[in-house]
T-cell receptor, first 114, second 116 residues
């Protein structure tokens, strides 16, 4: 069964500081991995995804994530936080075989302090 | 390119009343998903359509929930009768095709339901 754990339901950083949002997956076979962002009262927008190519994935808005098989992790980072980054971030997995279903973590709310 | 469209954006009803949500996926997308998002949680799949066929409805509470995707384009999700615990955001998403994972799902803005 696919599952995702996001450590820290709330993360606060100062504007300009490093953003690090953690995601660990539980799967016998490394799945496809995604990060989505959700702004208030909006749907989810894809930030980036890992599909077995390069382990360091660059996404939109300056975000990137690194797939580490040995740690079963796919942490999301951004070197310098901007006020507009304040949102809810969801890590999700999709199995490499079978249906294209997404299994989401519980989300991390990012607050950026001016 | 237009994104996934959902309506209504907000709905307030009394318990035991019926309610319906509508979704128009991105043009050309064969696969359509309905997700339930409870407050403070990630989305959970309710049903997945490939064209007009519901290929995964294992998480859909069939005693009160129903869905349809006539002609393989628009879809409607219905609850009858609604219960207090159905208050949540209902998200629709679409993707190009039914092939194996890794396919990007594009989400609509959701319908926020409040049952009183």
């Amino acid at each position: 069964a696919q599952s995702v754990t996001q450590l820290g339901s709330h993360v606060s950083v100062s504007e300009g500081a490093l953003v690090l949002l953690r995601c660990n997956y539980s799967s016998s076979v490394p799945p496809y991995l995604f990060w989505y962002v959700q702004y208030p009262n909006q749907g989810l927008q894809l930030l980036l995804k890992y599909t077995s190519a390069a382990t360091l994935v660059k996404g939109i808005n300056g975000f990137e994530a690194e797939f580490k098989k040995s740690e079963t992790s796919f942490h999301l980072t951004k070197p310098s936080a901007h006020m507009s980054d304040a949102a809810e971030y969801f890590c999700a997995v999709s199995p490499k075989t079978g249906a294209n279903n997404l299994f989401f973590g519980t989300g991390t709310r990012l607050t950026v302090i001016p | 390119e237009a994104g996934v469209v959902q309506s209504p954006r907000y709905k307030i009803i009394e318990k035991k009343q019926p309610v319906a949500f509508w979704c128009n996926p991105i043009s050309g997308h064969n696969t359509l998903y309905w997700y339930l998002q409870n407050l403070g949680q990630g989305p959970e799949l309710l049903i997945r359509y490939e064209n007009e066929e519901a290929v995964d409805d294992s998480q859909l509470p069939k005693d009160r929930f129903s869905a349809e995707r006539l002609k393989g384009v628009d879809s409607t999700l219905k609850i009858q009768p609604a219960e207090l615990g159905d208050s949540a955001v209902y998200l629709c998403a679409s993707s190009l095709g039914p092939w194996a994972g890794g396919e990007t799902q594009y989400f609509g803005p959701g319908t926020r339901l409040l049952v009183l």
